[in-house]
């Protein structure tokens, strides 16, 4: 029911502006609906925070396909939701996230009823996404953003946003299609205990055994694309390509699966090599949806990857811990160099972006509960952090239409507002202690060198990514907010206007939920709760 | 805004007078205060509060009371000065909150912002892009060095599970292997932190702050925080380690003093000098002997502040910070004259001020260690006798240039009258010349032995006569130094040496900074230029693939389609042809022929059916014969 609702506001909201008439009530719809949903969905974060966590909270788990097909067996899908310690701080993200990005939309003008339409698909198809425990449920939604969010950078965008648009939908969509074969793999492997054991009349637990021991003939199954079910090795029949052995080398097949999702999502993510969609869409995208870009969308990718890759086959992340470690480092070092030879601002950013969800990948690829911990941690505070630096840079772009930063200096004197909330956005990003980010970094780093996997060496290169992290973080801050106060003459003049009080306001609440998770790191480890250590990382 | 530098002024002596209340109520209850706080699941922060920190506490609160009333007369002129006031409240928090802290944790938390702490302060006169670019060299040199204590946090926890220092200090009895990198990345961090030789040039450069600045963080108290880690962390540090500290604090204390003595810079000769004192606390600790390293710290603190604050009182009336400008200014500044050579006396080892209790105490204990082991340590001890000798000879010469000698024939010298000090600042000065004499620390103030600073830390014994020789030879070399100066053996003209740091991070620029911005910048254009556009490229020659297969389609399908439909079409054409002139003409035949018999069968118009009945009954009768016979 709680959990349907922050699908259903925004649908809901959806409804009331296509009824409305012309004009500018649908952005108070937009706040209002989002609004509601920050509100429904924090109370739904402390509550889970203080829950019993040794199982789902709020879940809600209702049949919703049931089909025999023949040679194909049966199939349940069904509309399964829940929180629990993967999806609780990511939840609180995406719901404040949603809500900043729509107050500050609030000087949308071009089809303002479009874009709040479009606007609120995105947004319960985000929060769809994140509470959807089964497979295909999780990927309706993880499609159906593709479609508000073409539209939403393609028409509301910068310059190149066609091409930006065009660009960041084949790359999703190929992403896509990946997920989609591996869901659709395992779901040929998964079995749905629960309900066989209803059709038998017995208990899922004995359904287990004997499901186990080969007593059931495959005529009997059900087979299903319940996400928690994947998890749990008793649901897989023995003979199936995806069966994981206990202490024998894993099966060809999972091998294959496992990277057909991994790819999918660090395409998401994104990863270097597959983040060329990323500084353009960033680029290209109006401030609120590079905030929602940023601050949510890119989390869904390591989300996935924990949801999907990581508690469904942590034999073969083990295998593969190394590779994936070695990756994830490149992501970080490569990120922090290309964004230090920046010089456009939201490019970077974005690069900087690159770098901070490599860190993630690393968390993931350390397979122990303080990594893992520490990946969500990051996410949660990239979330914040880059959101906060998007919206300084829109506030910057829509005064004078530039963002190159040559364009500027001094602007610690000429707009000290604004200065003070980049500079702080900046130590934040660059791990400074107080700020969130410090807490996600010194956690993936102690799961990194607690690893089995991750080499010491992989570990340490990390570091460089740390250092360059600091150069281009002070960088900006030392040719954009210091020195001699100049603004390029051929710019508007409106550059001299310092932020509103409305964009005082929305950077504050960014800033605050920063300071708030690196002053008082329990606010997000408490959610996680015993629910990573049940992986058996 | 006046009203919020009064009141930060206010608040540092309300910490001040806390620091003293604490730091009493520590000495008398003999114990350490300690607290922990769960921070995260896996990690606690703890503080941990003893006498020694609390010492230090006191001496750091008191040296930031007198800087920020330093302050208020330095930066009365200036619009929005009030800015400094905020960070270094802010840096006095940051310090407050090292000298609490009792895990590694908590320690780098303090010490990170330490950094930022140092950025903001060096850049404040932001509208100058010298102040940037050196606040932005600050930074990056203090950053490289935290990955080092990064690195001592991940290998203790990965290692031990815990930071907390007390509880390392019994995991860690059994040295372990791990213990060189967590020690070593604390050694890096501490000499980044400390300029020690290889991150030393970042200390002149930091000169472009305002004087007070430089006084409170870059003299007296944050670039010793290197010295209080590594001294809180004491137990981690193996002996391979003890050996780098040696050479490190060797080198550090003869390169920074080289530069001092070279320098025309009045700041940075100080800047210098405090690098060549940072260097002989690391020997210090390298010899065994945290506790001296202790004491010399809290010695230096005061007079090298008070150098730092004289030498700014003069360089603001002057305008300048060229001593080959400078001279006979004792004149004009008498007291500051007399404060000014409390310190430099203090520093140059002048006994019955601080500094020679400290000095003769490391001496004393590089010469222990010499006579005990022996090799190397001879070769330290002979760094640490170069060093004080060059002490001697630097704070020499900066005297003798600033304030003896005739007045320099330069134009705003030349004009000085004899300067009032506001009382404020006359109050500043005073309480450090106050720290920076014997009595103070010690009791009989003529040895070192009689501070109860002294058993705060662990030691090697000394050996019998090591204290009474380093106290000559710390005389000799006063005596030596202070002939020369006076003799006028010093240099007056410019010389390379004078550039040393500067030389120094030139090198550091061509061999890491210009590599990694031409590899940042390469692979900007890799990324943008081939990798975007190569991805680009594949979607574009999937595009074109689909375009080549449509014309395909179009080509060869559709035409190939149409050809065959036209074909039928003909085909069709043929057929009815066929049709209507074969087919049909040979069906028209046969009914042309049999109509041509019919006339055979019935000639007759008149004949009846019966008459066919029978013919075809016979015909049927003849046919079944045939078949029979034929058959059989």
């Given at each position: 029911m709680w959990l349907s609702l922050l699908i259903l506001i925004p649908l809901l909201g959806l409804l009331v502006v296509a009824i409305l008439p012309r004009g500018n009530t649908p952005r108070y719809v937009l706040l209002g609906a989002t609004g509601l949903n920050a509100f429904i969905g924090s109370l739904l974060f402390f509550y889970s925070r203080i829950g019993d966590k040794t199982e789902l909270l709020f879940e809600e788990n209702y049949d919703w396909l049931f089909m025999e097909l023949g040679g194909l067996g049966k199939i349940s899908v069904s509309y399964h939701l829940g929180i629990d310690g993967l999806n609780a701080a990511l939840i609180l993200l995406a719901v404040w996230i949603l809500f900043l990005g729509a107050w500050a939309s609030w000087s949308v003008r071009k089809k303002l009823r479009a874009y709040v339409a479009l606007y609120l698909i995105l947004s319960a198809s985000v929060m769809g996404c994140f509470v959807a425990l089964d497979f295909i449920l999780f990927f309706l939604c993880f499609e159906f953003m593709l479609l508000p969010m073409y539209f939403l950078i393609g028409i509301w965008g910068g310059r190149r946003r066609e091409y930006a648009a065009v660009k960041f939908f084949i790359y999703t969509l190929v992403g896509s299609v990946l997920i989609l074969i591996g869901g659709i793999a395992l779901q040929r492997s998964v079995l749905n205990t629960n309900r066989m054991a209803i059709e038998a009349g017995t208990t899922q637990i004995e359904v287990q055994e004997d499901l186990q021991a080969g007593k059931i003939s495959s005529s009997a199954y059900i087979y299903s694309f319940d996400m928690?079910?994947?998890?749990?090795?008793?649901?897989?029949?023995?003979?199936?390509?995806?069966?994981?052995?206990?202490?024998?080398?894993?099966?060809?097949?999972?091998?294959?699966?496992?990277?057909?999702?991994?790819?999918?999502?660090?395409?998401?993510?994104?990863?270097?090599?597959?983040?060329?969609?990323?500084?353009?869409?960033?680029?290209?995208?109006?401030?609120?949806?590079?905030?929602?870009?940023?601050?949510?969308?890119?989390?869904?990718?390591?989300?996935?990857?924990?949801?999907?890759?990581?508690?469904?086959?942590?034999?073969?992340?083990?295998?593969?811990?190394?590779?994936?470690?070695?990756?994830?480092?490149?992501?970080?070092?490569?990120?922090?160099?290309?964004?230090?030879?920046?010089?456009?601002?939201?490019?970077?950013?974005a690069y900087s972006s690159i770098s901070h969800m490599g860190f993630v990948l690393l968390g993931l690829a350390s397979l122990t509960q303080v990594g893992f911990e520490g990946a969500i941690y990051q996410m949660f505070s990239h979330g914040f952090i880059s959101a906060l630096l998007f919206f300084m840079a829109g506030a910057l772009q829509k005064r004078t239409g530039s963002l190159v930063m040559a364009d500027y200096s001094g602007m610690a004197m000429q707009l000290p507002r604004w200065s003070f909330f980049v500079a702080a956005g900046f130590f934040a990003a660059l791990g400074l202690p107080m700020f969130s980010g410090f807490i996600a970094e010194l956690l993936i780093f102690m799961g990194a060198f607690a690893s089995d996997y991750v080499p010491l060496w992989i570990a340490i290169t990390a570091f460089a990514g740390l250092i360059l992290g600091g150069a281009y973080a002070m960088r900006v801050v030392a040719l954009m907010l210091l020195g001699k106060p100049w603004q390029n003459p051929k710019l508007s003049p409106q550059g001299k206007i310092d932020l509103s009080r409305r964009e005082l306001t929305i950077a504050s609440i960014l800033l605050l939920f920063i300071l708030l998770a690196g002053i008082y790191p329990k606010l997000l480890t408490e959610s996680f709760g015993q629910t990573l250590g049940a992986f058996g990382l | 805004m006046r009203g919020i530098a009064e009141a930060i002024i206010a608040l540092t002596s309300l910490l001040?007078?806390?620091?003293?209340?604490?730091?009493?109520?520590?000495?008398?209850?003999?114990?350490?205060?300690?607290?922990?706080?769960?921070?995260?699941?896996?990690?606690?922060?703890?503080?941990?509060?003893?006498?020694?920190?609390?010492?230090?506490?006191?001496?750091?609160?008191?040296?930031?009371?007198?800087?920020?009333?330093?302050?208020?007369?330095?930066?009365?002129?200036?619009?929005?000065?009030?800015?400094?006031?905020?960070?270094?409240?802010?840096f006095l928090g940051a310090m407050w909150a090292l000298l609490w802290a009792g895990d590694l944790l908590s320690l780098f938390f303090a010490w990170e912002w330490l950094g930022i702490c140092s950025f903001l302060l060096v850049a404040f006169e932001r509208h100058k892009s010298q102040s940037v670019a050196m606040a932005l060299r600050v930074f990056l040199y203090n950053r490289i060095g935290d990955m080092g204590f990064l690195l001592a946090i991940l290998m203790a926890y990965a290692e031990f599970g815990t930071l907390h220092l007390e509880t390392l200090r019994t995991l860690t009895l059994a040295q372990p292997w791990s213990l060189f990198w967590i020690g070593g990345g604390l050694v890096f961090a501490a000499s980044a932190k400390s300029a020690q030789v290889l991150f030393a040039p970042w200390l002149p450069s930091a000169m472009v702050a305002p004087t007070p600045v430089s006084a409170l963080l870059h003299a007296a108290t944050m670039v010793t925080a290197g010295v209080y880690v590594l001294l809180r962390c004491y137990f981690l540090l193996t002996p391979d380690l003890l050996f780098v500290l040696s050479l490190l604090g060797g080198i550090t204390a003869i390169w920074g003093a080289l530069y001092a003595f070279f320098q025309f810079h009045a700041k940075k000769l100080l800047a210098g000098s405090t690098v060549s004192q940072l260097g002989f606390m690391f020997l210090a600790l390298g010899a065994g002997a945290p506790s001296a390293a202790y004491f010399h710290l809290l010695t230096h603190a005061f007079f090298k502040a008070l150098l730092f604050l004289c030498i700014g009182v003069i360089a603001k009336k002057a305008g300048t910070y060229d001593m080959r400008k400078m001279g006979g200014l004792r004149k004009a500044f008498p007291l500051v004259f007399i404060l000014y050579s409390i310190a430099a006396a203090s520093m140059a080892g002048l006994p019955l001020l601080s500094g020679s209790l400290s000095k003769e105490l490391i001496l004393a204990h590089l010469h222990t260690q010499a006579f005990v082991q022996g090799g190397w340590s001879w070769i330290f001890l002979g760094f640490g006798i170069i060093s004080a000798l060059l002490t001697v000879l630097y704070i020499g010469r900066q005297l003798s240039m600033v304030f003896l000698g005739e007045v320099a024939h330069t134009a705003p010298l030349l004009s000085l009258k004899k300067y009032n000090m506001p009382f404020y600042l006359t109050l500043s000065l005073l309480?450090?010349?106050?720290?920076?004499?014997?009595?103070?620390?010690?009791?009989?103030?003529?040895?070192?032995?009689?501070?109860?600073?002294?058993?705060?830390?662990?030691?090697?014994?000394?050996?019998?006569?090591?204290?009474?020789?380093?106290?000559?030879?710390?005389?000799?070399?006063?005596?030596?130094?202070?002939?020369?100066?006076?003799?006028?053996?010093?240099?007056?003209?410019?010389?390379?040496?004078?550039?040393?740091?500067?030389?120094?991070?030139?090198?550091?620029?061509?061999?890491?900074?210009?590599?990694?911005?031409?590899?940042?910048?390469?692979?900007?254009?890799?990324?943008?230029?081939?990798?975007?556009?190569?991805?680009?490229?594949?979607?574009?020659?999937?595009?074109?693939?689909?375009?080549?297969?449509?014309?395909?389609?179009?080509?060869?399908?559709?035409?190939?389609?149409?050809?065959?439909?036209?074909?039928?079409?003909?085909?069709?054409?043929?057929?009815?042809?066929?049709?209507?002139?074969?087919?049909?003409?040979?069906?028209?035949?046969?009914?042309?022929?049999?109509?041509?018999?019919?006339?055979?069968?019935?000639s007759d118009k008149n004949t009846h059916i019966q008459y066919y009945l029978a013919l075809s009954l016979l015909l049927a009768i003849l046919g079944l014969i045939a078949i029979v016979f034929g058959v059989g």
């Open positions: 928690p079910s994947m998890q749990n090795p008793n649901n897989y029949p023995p003979e199936s390509s995806l069966y994981p052995q206990q202490n024998s080398t894993p099966k060809p097949m999972r091998y294959w699966v496992f990277a057909a999702i991994l790819v999918g999502f660090l395409i998401k993510m994104p990863i270097v090599p597959l983040h060329t969609w990323l500084p353009s869409a960033h680029v290209e995208a109006s401030t609120p949806i590079s905030m929602v870009l940023a601050g949510i969308l890119l989390k869904i990718g390591g989300y996935g990857l924990m949801r999907l890759g990581y508690t469904v086959f942590p034999d073969i992340a083990c295998e593969l811990a190394t590779w994936i470690s070695a990756l994830a480092v490149v992501a970080i070092i490569y990120g922090a160099f290309v964004a230090l030879g920046q010089t456009h601002l939201k490019r970077l950013i | 001040l007078g806390i620091s003293l209340w604490f730091m009493l109520e520590v000495w008398t209850a003999d114990a350490a205060w300690i607290s922990v706080y769960a921070f995260l699941p896996s990690l606690s922060l703890h503080s941990y509060f003893d006498k020694a920190s609390a010492t230090m506490l006191f001496v750091v609160s008191l040296v930031s009371f007198s800087v920020m009333l330093y302050t208020y007369w330095y930066a009365s002129q200036r619009a929005k000065a009030y800015r400094i006031f905020i960070y270094l409240l802010l309480l450090l010349a106050i720290g920076s004499t014997a009595f103070v620390f010690s009791y009989p103030p003529l040895s070192p032995l009689g501070s109860p600073l002294l058993p705060l830390f662990s030691a090697r014994a000394l050996s019998n006569s090591s204290l009474e020789i380093s106290l000559l030879v710390a005389l000799g070399l006063l005596a030596i130094g202070s002939f020369l100066i006076f003799k006028d053996y010093y240099p007056r003209r410019s010389y390379r040496l004078a550039y040393l740091l500067e030389a120094q991070h030139s090198l550091y620029v061509w061999l890491f900074v210009r590599p990694v911005l031409i590899v940042s910048g390469s692979l900007s254009t890799f990324d943008s230029d081939y990798l975007d556009r190569g991805i680009d490229a594949v979607a574009l020659f999937h595009l074109r693939i689909a375009k080549w297969v449509r014309k395909v389609e179009e080509r060869i399908f559709y035409r190939g389609i149409r050809i065959l439909g036209e074909s039928a079409v003909v085909l069709g054409f043929i057929l009815a042809w066929i049709d209507r002139y074969i087919i049909d003409g040979i069906i028209h035949s046969g009914l042309w022929i049999v109509r041509q018999c019919s006339p055979l069968i019935h």
